[in-house]
């Protein structure tokens, strides 16, 4: 497979086997081998994406708006690479281990906030972002990322893992997906889209493009 892995991820050997990876301080007991720790592909939406062989866009040194933190295993591995990082999740507990993962980034920003109220945070994020990742896993996730889509610069990216069960758990997951898609159109311009079934069960990545 012909890799465009951005600055700053490498495919390492990891107990024997080729994994991806970042520079950073270890973050959820992922192995390290010196400053490098593998990204958990089975634990991150965006690493599955990524092992897929999707076109992020990615280049390395990006802004980042991630929407969905949690305690930060994703978004502290794109904090390893990217730029400015501003990490939105609206749980206070797993925002406490977040911060902790922001000690050692100096480019990680958590946000307690909610990601359906983009004027909350509006004042703190830049305006010109280049890429938002999204993995809120809640009901509306084409809403979140359209609500977002203010923040991008006019070529930005969103890169959005969608959880066709977290919509309707009683549709097919790839009508959800559908539906998903078409509401996307709104405001993007879907360029690449995958099943992410090998790591995430019922889960779809989408690579898109803000519509000007
Ligand atoms: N992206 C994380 C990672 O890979 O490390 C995992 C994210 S988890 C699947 C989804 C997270 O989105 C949860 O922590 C949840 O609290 C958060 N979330 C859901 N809706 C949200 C919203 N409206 N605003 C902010 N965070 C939200």
């Given at each position: 497979m012909s890799e465009k892995l951005p600055a700053g991820v490498q495919r390492r050997e990891f107990d024997g086997s080729e994994r991806l990876a970042t520079r950073g301080e270890p973050v959820y007991g992922e192995p390290t081998d010196g400053e490098w720790r593998a990204w958990n592909p089975n634990r991150s939406k965006l690493g599955a994406m990524l092992e897929l062989g999707m076109e992020t866009g990615l280049a390395g040194s990006e802004t980042v708006l991630y929407l969905g933190a949690a305690s930060g295993t994703t978004v502290s591995h794109v904090a390893d690479f990217a730029g400015p990082t501003y990490a939105v999740e609206f749980a206070a507990r797993p925002v406490r281990d977040l911060l902790e993962t922001a000690e050692s980034r100096d480019r990680l920003f958590p946000l307690l906030k909610d990601a359906r109220k983009p004027e909350t945070y509006a004042h703190v994020v830049e305006s010109d972002v280049d890429v938002i990742v999204q993995d809120?896993?809640?009901?509306g996730q084409a809403r979140v990322a359209l609500e977002n889509?203010?923040?991008?610069?006019?070529d930005g990216r969103l890169l959005l893992a969608v959880k066709a069960r977290s919509e309707d758990v009683t549709r097919e997951p790839s009508a959800v997906f559908e539906d998903v898609r078409s509401e996307l159109e709104e405001g993007y311009e879907v360029l690449e889209e995958k099943e992410?079934?090998?790591?995430?069960?019922?889960h779809f990545g989408v690579v898109a493009e803000k519509v000007k």
């Open positions: 809120v896993a809640t009901r889509r203010r923040f991008l610069a006019d992410l079934e090998t790591y995430h069960e019922d």
